[in-house]
Nanobody, 127 residues
């Protein structure tokens, strides 16, 4: 079992940047593929970025490609999401999550594919 604590959300204007962090404790962080999932107001939670156990492979939903970067530091048990050129449609609660599955460029997984979750951190982007 792994415990996750995400942080770094806030309110920014369109075009701004934020960096989310997710600190892991408990089980061995490097055993899990990781993802960032976003729940926008009135919408289902969706994965926007996922990363392999080693960190060598990263995958993104089309709407964030070129703007978001997911990374991990297995020595520090930490997952990151660098978000640049933020848009109002990026508004939502962001959750880091851990999975025993492997993901790919066309499959970042759905909520049910992730087993452990952070508490969520809110991102608000104003126009």
């Amino acid at each position: 079992q792994v415990q996750l604590a995400d942080s770094g959300g806030g309110s920014v204007q369109a075009g701004g940047s934020l960096r989310l962090s997710c600190s892991a404790s408990g089980d061995t962080f490097r055993y899990y593929a990781m993802g960032w999932l976003r729940q926008a107001p009135g919408k289902e939670r969706e994965a926007v970025a996922a990363i392999s156990r080693s960190g060598y492979n990263a995958y993104y939903v089309d709407s964030v490609k070129g703007r978001f970067t997911i990374s991990r530091d297995n020595a520090k048990n930490t997952l990151y999401l660098q978000m640049n050129n933020l848009k109002p449609e990026d508004t939502g609660v962001y959750y880091c999550a851990a999975s025993n599955r492997d993901f790919g460029p066309r499959n970042l997984g759905s909520s049910r594919d992730y087993t452990y979750w952070g508490q969520g951190t809110r991102v608000t982007v104003s126009s």
